[in-house]
């Protein structure tokens, strides 16, 4: 089992930043993969960012590539998701997952959400125009 807990969300404007993080705790935390999907009203969860638990196999969505950072403080169990640059089309409800994966991380990540094991409860991120 491995609970999650985002914060950090927030109403901002566009092009400014903002950091959300994700404290996760179990006990097997080191075997899970890490990642931040969102929801905006009326649209299905996407994938934005995942990082392994060896910190050197990370992916982005190409929506946020460039702009959004992931990052995984181990010894503290948490993970960030640092955005910049934030526009409105990134309005929505950010969501924390783990996923069962190597240390070293997956060959090819599944960005579908249905291969995602745990989730969050989300935090809301509103960017005005």
């Known amino acids: 089992q491995v609970q999650l807990v985002e914060s950090g969300g927030g109403l901002v404007q566009a092009g400014d930043s903002l950091k959300l993080s994700c404290a996760a705790s179990?006990?097997?935390?080191?075997?899970?993969?890490l990642g931040w999907f969102r929801q905006a009203p009326g649209k299905e969860r996407e994938f934005v960012a995942a990082?392994?638990?060896?910190?050197?196999?990370?992916a982005y969505s190409d929506s946020v590539k460039g702009r959004f950072t992931i990052s995984r403080h181990n010894a503290k169990n948490m993970v960030y998701l640092e955005m910049n640059n934030l526009s409105p089309e990134d309005t929505a409800v950010y969501y924390c997952s783990a996923k069962r994966s190597p240390w070293a991380g997956p060959l090819n990540w599944n960005r579908g959400s249905q291969a995602w094991d745990y989730w969050g409860q989300g935090t809301q991120v509103t960017v005005s125009s």
């Open positions: 179990g006990r097997t935390v080191r075997d899970f993969a």
């Open positions: 990082i392994s638990y060896v910190s050197n196999n990370i």
